[in-house]
């Protein structure tokens, strides 16, 4: 019977620790939506702070905070955002933004990096004087790290391009910064810079940082107004949820300073699986806490057979299309379970029995 557990399907999978437990059991909550409770001030202060803007706001997910700035931006419907295509909000979000706000998404080729060509970008604003028949374009959309790009990172000065690019033409820029943190720690630069010249940024609280649950959106204080009402439309609005924030405090306390071990655990994992035969990886896509893998044919077996294999082993994955794999560092992730993955992996390539019998 195996009874080790790895748990690499996502960084969404740790659990709270004892001290962010202990914060939830002892916070001091109030009605949050009449705007009372003492913790969620707290943290959305600091926040604010940390991401260098005026305000911040608590709300229950990832994905509702991208919806209430997309909304919030786009308030009239027909609009249009300029998004990659391979971005979160794009394929990752149900397609709220159109569904709920009206808004169109004009696509973008992601490159490799995650990053749009600043030129295509300009090309994919709509002309405003044929707008009896264009949609109008009113945001452009960026995501750091970059998912879908293995956890690729845009530089401040990448951004600052964009941003740019969407003050010349009266546009707002909004970044979906999911592992904002894990980007400013990849690059060695502050939250605050790397977001310098977005209107709107989202953190998550549980992906990197590994908080049970929250995203905190962050922008200036006539936008999180805005913003707080449409959290109450769309259910977001939550009594006391200072039991959650005092976990995310934590989080931020405590978590923060993990993510470079998260990184250099992933390059380790990385390399290790690229040595194996059968198995790809591009080591240099490798910058925070995701890591992709190819199977080749010659390996021999397939992208089911080798999760539904890895799964005996106590190692759980994600499918990411026909022959891909993703594993997610966290900071519940030791070096002993990146040894073990790895170890696994080379095991039922080869066909090799461990001590228990199972290959």
Do not use: W
Request: aromatic share 4%; charged share 25%.
């Amino acid at each position: 019977m195996v009874t080790r557990r790895v748990d690499l399907r996502s960084d969404t999978v740790t659990k709270p620790t004892e001290t962010m437990r202990a914060a939830m059991a002892n916070a001091e909550v109030d009605d949050d939506v009449l705007g009372y409770d003492p913790t969620a001030a707290c943290l959305e202060r600091e926040m604010a702070k940390i991401m260098g803007k005026e305000a911040a706001l608590f709300v229950p997910s990832g994905t509702m905070a991208n919806l209430i700035c997309v909304l919030t931006h786009c308030q009239i419907r027909g609009s249009e955002v300029i998004l990659g295509d391979y971005s979160h909000i794009h394929i990752y979000e149900n397609g709220g933004i159109s569904t709920l706000g009206g808004v169109h998404p004009r696509t973008v080729k992601n490159n490799e990096d995650g990053t749009m060509d600043i030129d295509r970008i300009e090309e994919s604003i709509r002309d405003p004087s044929f707008e009896i028949c264009y949609p109008t374009t009113r945001l452009i959309c960026l995501e750091n790290s970059h998912a879908h790009s293995g956890g690729r990172c845009l530089s401040a000065e990448y951004t600052d391009k964009v941003g740019e690019l969407a003050k010349k033409y009266g546009l707002k820029l909004h970044i979906d910064g999911a592992r904002i943190f894990n980007a400013s720690v990849a690059l060695g630069v502050p939250v605050h810079r790397l977001v310098q010249a977005a209107d709107s940024v989202t953190a998550c609280l549980s992906k990197g940082l590994g908080a049970p649950a929250g995203t905190v959106i962050a922008g200036s204080k006539a936008f999180i107004s805005k913003a707080k009402v449409l959290r109450k439309t769309l259910g977001g609005g939550m009594r006391q949820v200072g039991v959650l924030c005092a976990a995310a405090i934590i989080a931020v306390e405590e978590n923060v300073g993990k993510l470079e071990g998260d990184h250099r655990k992933a390059k380790i994992l990385a390399a290790g699986i690229n040595n194996i035969k059968g198995m790809k990886v591009d080591l240099d896509s490798v910058e925070t806490n995701i890591v992709y893998f190819d199977i080749l044919k010659e390996s021999g077996t397939t992208e089911d057979e080798l999760l539904k294999k890895l799964e005996v082993h106590g190692v759980l994955a994600m499918p990411e299309g026909p022959c891909k794999i993703r594993l997610v560092l966290h900071h519940q992730i030791s070096e002993h379970d990146v040894q073990y993955t790895i170890s696994c992996i080379q095991k039922i390539v080869t066909g090799a029995p461990d001590k228990n019998g199972v290959n």
